[in-house]
């Protein structure tokens, strides 16, 4: 399973940007797929995830309301809409799956990775 993230690039804060994940190799029906992040200096941390089951959406507390993940199964693509950025979301975005999770947006449950796609949110 291959990812590929694009999308990233340089917004002023209240801007948004919608974040791509190409996902090659097999098809999403039983992966779990989530966006995470990783601020210079920063542990990576989980943005926003959907579960192999029924999808149902986990958010990091300090994206709520603001970013939302969406999924076309017959496109294999991930989505990550973000809207009403801010300069702490500065970071670089990374997409990620796995088959059969079902709860859960820590990095350690997830298998595959893309490589990440930078997001500089200024003025």
């Given amino acids: 399973v291959q990812l590929q993230a694009s999308g990233g690039g340089l917004v002023q804060p209240g801007g948004s940007l919608r974040l791509s994940c190409r996902i090659s190799g097999d098809t999403l029906d039983d992966y779990a797929t989530g966006w995470f992040r990783q601020a210079p200096g920063k542990e990576r941390e989980g943005v926003a995830c959907l579960s192999s089951t029924d999808h149902s959406p986990y958010y990091a507390e300090?994206?709520?309301?603001?970013?939302?993940?969406?999924?076309?199964?017959?496109?294999?693509?991930?989505?990550?809409?973000?809207?009403?950025?801010?300069?702490?979301d500065t970071a670089s975005y990374y997409c990620a799956t796995v088959v059969g999770l079902t709860l859960g947006c820590s990095d350690y449950q997830y298998d595959y990775w893309g490589q990440g796609t930078l997001v500089t949110v200024s003025s």
């Fill in 62 to 88: 300090s994206v709520k309301g603001r970013f939302t993940i969406s999924r076309d199964n017959a496109k294999n693509m991930v989505y990550l809409q973000m809207n009403s950025l801010k300069p702490e």
